[in-house]
């Protein structure tokens, strides 16, 4: 599937907004507040089903989501009730100029037009507010990981992030980095979940994913490292940036 294909079938997220919820991590804590620089006002783009929105919220800020997929967006609602929900995108965001000390993507920057959603970071940011982007990306440098890497498929967010390609437009100047390694423990039908929460996998026809989901099921039955389990260490890097606006 070329970058293009998987960007088209990114918006059928919400056809798997159950497998999203069941399947994808949260985000470290402290990696959070990193992000979003002490902000009480936060709008959290391309939210999905409310991952990263949850630990905003938890942190006691008020949250406004920003979601275009529907089917995410009504799942938001149920998972974070706290939050506000808005249907938009992020190069047309449904908010006031200067409303927010932060603007946050979970997953989503690579979605983005980049030029257009950093012009509209500026324009709903406070002076000094921060734009920030988080990704969580399994750690394949552990062979099991990687293997399961070669039955899903990797995706143009892990290739971005991995190459340190990760760009923003005008107004903003240079990202900060960080990186916080962690392992996640998950059942196997949460790991199945994962996977059927990915773009690549949502795209395929029914009998093409239930084939990637076997072949899901059958590396963790036979690999040495997880054979035999009900539970795995899912290990992750979760890489942060952060830029402010001018």
Known sequence: MTDREEALAGHRFGDAADAYVAGRPEYPAALVE??????SDVADV???TGKLTAA???????????????????ALRREVPEAGALQGAGEALPLPDASVDAVVYGQAWHWVDVPSASAE???VLRPGGALGLIWNVRD??????ARLGDVIHGSAA???VESDAVVVGEPFGPLEREDVRWVRPMTVDAL???AASRSYVIALSPQERAGVLDGVRELIATHPATAGRKRVDLPYVTSAFRTLRP
Request: net charge positive.
């Open 192 to 194: 199945v979940a994962m």
């Open 158 to 160: 892990e290739r971005l």
């Open 140 to 145: 394949s440098s552990v062979d099991w990981v």
């Open 46 to 48: 391309g939210a999905g």
């Open 121 to 123: 970071a500026a324009r």
């Open 56 to 74: 905003l919220v938890r942190g006691g800020r008020r949250v406004t989501a920003v979601e275009p997929d529907a089917g995410m967006l009504a």
């Open 34 to 39: 990193w992000l979003v620089r002490g902000a």
